[in-house]
C-alpha cells in the first residue's frame, strides 16, 4: 500500500486483509528459508514450538471478552455511522458501504482464534481507520477515527500485550 493513497471503499476492508496476510506469508517464508539454513534442529523445534504456540494458545478469558466487546463496537458504529453519514461529510452510498465494512470488521474480530490472527486484523484495522480518516467530524468527540482507535484499536491492542505478557510468563517459568 503507497503511503497517503486512498483505496475505493468498496471491498476495502478485504482488500487491507489480503495484503497483511500476504506481507506476513512472505516475512513467514523468509523465516522458513533462514531456518532450512540452520543445522541445529532444537532451533527449529523451538520455532515449531512458537508457531504452534501463537496457533493454539487461545487469549486468557478477559482478553477474549474485550475482543469480542470490540466487535459489538464495530457494529454499533456502523448502525450509528448510517445514521449521522452527512455530519461526516459522506454520502448516503459512501455511508451504506462504510457501514457494510464496519460489520466486515466486526466478523473479523469475533472469528479471531489465534495471537497471530489478532496481530493481523489489528494490523488491517489501522489502515482500515487510515482510510477513513478521511470522512471527519466538526466535533473530535464524534470523530469515526477517534473512536475506531479508542474503542476497537487500543482495545486490540491491549489484548495483544496480555498475550505477550502471558507468553513472556511462560518463557520464564522454564516450561517448554
Given at each position: 500500500m503507497a503511503a497517503?493513497?486512498?483505496?475505493p471503499l468498496t471491498g476495502l476492508f478485504e482488500t487491507l486483509i489480503k495484503e497483511v496476510y500476504a506481507e506476513?506469508?512472505?516475512k513467514h517464508e523468509q523465516r522458513m528459508k533462514e531456518l532450512q539454513i540452520i543445522a541445529d534442529s532444537s532451533l527449529r523445534d523451538a520455532y515449531v514450538q512458537q508457531l504452534l504456540l501463537d496457533k493454539f494458545l487461545a487469549p486468557v478469558e478477559n482478553a477474549q471478552h474485550q475482543i469480542q466487546n470490540?466487535?459489538?463496537h464495530a457494529q454499533y458504529l456502523a448502525e450509528t455511522f448510517n445514521y449521522?453519514?452527512?455530519?461526516h461529510s459522506a454520502t448516503k452510498e459512501e455511508a451504506k458501504e462504510i457501514c457494510y465494512q464496519l460489520r466486515v470488521l466486526a466478523i473479523n474480530i469475533s472469528q479471531v482464534d489465534s495471537l497471530y490472527e489478532l496481530k493481523v486484523i489489528y494490523q488491517a484495522a489501522t489502515?482500515?481507520?487510515y482510510q477513513l480518516s478521511r470522512f471527519q467530524h466538526k466535533e473530535r468527540k464524534y470523530s469515526l477515527e477517534r473512536a475506531l482507535r479508542k474503542n476497537i484499536l487500543d482495545v486490540l491492542n491491549t489484548c495483544i500485550a496480555v498475550e505477550i505478557n502471558f507468553q513472556r510468563?511462560?518463557?520464564f517459568m522454564g516450561v517448554n
Open positions: 497517503g493513497a486512498f483505496y506476513k506469508q512472505r470490540t466487535a459489538k449521522y453519514y452527512q455530519d489502515l482500515f481507520v510468563r511462560i518463557d
